[in-house]
């Protein structure tokens, strides 16, 4: 009797010693796995260090301008190689209270929506859902022209590259009136057309909303349904939508403002113009999503955003003689101006630079990014004015200089240690 108890005595010996040392060994591994994620961790490059000085420059600067120019609210984002660098929220969503802007307020982008909707034309194309040659005919029956061989020839392309051969601005006013989309459509057979299709560089609103129709009967889908599908959710762009009710009751959003003169803004009623040309000018977005937005397309790296879709939204269509007056806040520096899809493509200091900026009644976008240097910015605000277009030049210009002075050193080392060897 005392052999068996024994016997069982020391089983269960054995038993929690094994325990204790299986436990023992979990531990370990355990401890083993958060030392190498934090080790990982602690030696993971971030690249924004590389420009850290130009972003706190900068970051000074715009906060000097933004309280100079009387801005009521504004919200601004850099983002460098893909990775957040800066995000600055200034001021109020509405004079007179309280309530701050911040990375989730949420703006109208009014014409900078044409960016976002470049975007999705690449993609698109890239994923031979509508392809950019394709021919407004064949998706819109009864479409038509002033003229029926430019109406054959007429591109979607030619729609997102504002080369419809249309006098620019067909129809702005009507949109301005509330007159659907459709409604206008059918009368750009009584515009007049100044060149071929592809030939001429005419800026448009309606003309380039085209676009909606045409995904919704390639798709069956809702514009704004597909540029969710495609880009607001992929993208990070959690805060954004394109149309008046979502803006309306987002308790987040930023008022519009107007000057009564001396930088003093005055808040205004919220409005509806160019909701019915969402494609052009319809996309609401906080700074948050612009962050998201523009570190995926400065990622060279990014599965939502391929190569080929890039290039395809960031190749110049054609040539835009712009009014010195448009980049009078860039100084002389630019030295060309072409549009792609969406974007305006320029030369400045060296780089070419995709840029747009946006303006509907007491509302102001403008962003831009430089592939070259993996570089991305925009800022939004809710009450404009010329003082604020001087930001996206001097961040660019301080970041060139800087890049270039890097630059310089770099082949003067090389060049010292070649003179020694």
């Not at 030619?158 to 006098?167: K, P, R, V, Y």
């Not at 059918?186 to 309606?206: F, K, M, S, W």
């Not at 609401?284 to 790296?301: R, V």
Request: glycine letters at 6%.
């Amino acid at each position: 009797m005392r052999r068996k108890i024994y016997v069982a005595v020391v089983i269960v010996g054995v038993a929690v010693l094994a325990l204790k040392l299986q436990s023992f060994v979990s531990a370990k591994k355990t401890k083993d796995k958060e030392t190498q994620a934090v080790t990982k961790k602690e030696t993971e490059y971030n690249p924004v260090v590389e420009i850290e000085n130009t972003l706190a420059q900068f970051d000074s600067i715009l906060e000097q301008n933004l309280k100079q120019s009387g801005t009521v609210g504004a919200a601004a984002v850099v983002t460098y190689k893909g990775k957040v660098a800066l995000v600055k929220c200034f001021g109020v969503r509405k004079a007179g209270e309280k309530a701050p802007v911040n990375a989730n307020t949420v703006f109208r982008l009014a014409s900078v929506s044409k960016s976002v909707t470049g975007v999705l034309a690449g993609i698109l194309d890239d994923e031979n859902i509508i392809k950019l040659d394709d021919k407004v005919v064949d998706y819109i029956p009864g479409f038509e022209l002033k003229d029926k061989e430019c109406t054959d020839q007429l591109k979607v392309r030619h729609l997102l590259s504002h080369t419809s051969g249309l006098i620019p601005h067909a129809y702005d006013l009507m949109v301005e009136d509330k007159v659907p989309l459709e409604k206008i459509i059918e009368r750009l057979n009584q515009v007049d057309i100044t060149a071929p299709p592809g030939e001429l560089y005419g800026y448009q609103n309606v003309v380039y909303s085209i676009y909606d129709p045409i995904t919704k009967a390639k798709t069956q889908k809702s514009f704004e349904s597909v540029m969710k599908e495609k880009v607001f959710s992929p993208f990070g762009m959690t805060d954004a939508s394109m149309n008046f009710e979502a803006f309306k009751n987002n308790k987040n959003k930023a008022f519009p403002h107007y000057n009564q003169g001396h930088n003093r803004y005055k808040p205004m009623r919220l409005n509806d113009r160019y909701y019915s040309t969402a494609p052009a000018a319809g996309v609401n977005a906080s700074i948050n999503d612009m962050a998201n937005f523009l570190a995926t397309l400065t990622d060279d790296n990014s599965e939502v955003f391929n190569a080929s879709a890039r290039q395809t939204v960031f190749t110049p269509q054609v040539n835009s003689p712009l009014k010195r007056t448009y980049f009078r806040s860039w100084g002389r520096e630019v030295k060309s101006k072409r549009y792609s899809l969406g974007w305006r493509i320029i030369d400045y200091k060296g780089r070419e630079v995709a840029y747009h900026g946006g303006y509907v009644l007491g509302y102001k976008a403008e962003i831009a990014l430089c592939d070259e240097e993996d570089i991305g910015i925009a800022i939004l605000s809710n009450s404009p004015n010329s003082a604020t277009a001087k930001n996206i030049p001097t961040f660019l210009s301080l970041l060139f200089d800087y890049k270039d002075s890097v630059a310089l050193k770099e082949k003067k080392d090389n060049a010292a240690s070649e003179n020694k060897s």
